[in-house]
């Protein structure tokens, strides 16, 4: 069985079965393949016109609808860059060390996303260079 992300907009409803089909080919039997898992590979494979709609969708609906939340984006992805380092991210944003802690302890809340998890990671990274791109 393979599980797709959450998606916001009916039109897209082909790509994110696309996910969970992907998920379920590279899933053993008896085994649930969360997307997560292979998203940074299934992101990288991606023609321009799916490449968009492959992005996390959370940080995607974000990124197009919320301008104001700009700042917390622009701190999860130095955050991600920095490999999490609250030092070396917070000194990169020119901001305290405090606040970069209650930027992405909020984040953590919103979006509920595992940084420790590495291929999480990689797809959110990978995600903030697509939309940068499009942009």
Known sequence: SGLSLNFYNLSELSYFFEQAVNAQALSRPGQLMDFYDQAPRYLIEMSEKQRLCACEPELRNLWETEPDQRVYLDTLKVYLEEERSSIHAARRLFIHKNTLTYRIKHIREKMRWD???????????LSFYTLEREE
């Open 115 to 125: 940084f420790n998890n590495y291929n999480i990671r990689n797809y959110l990274r």
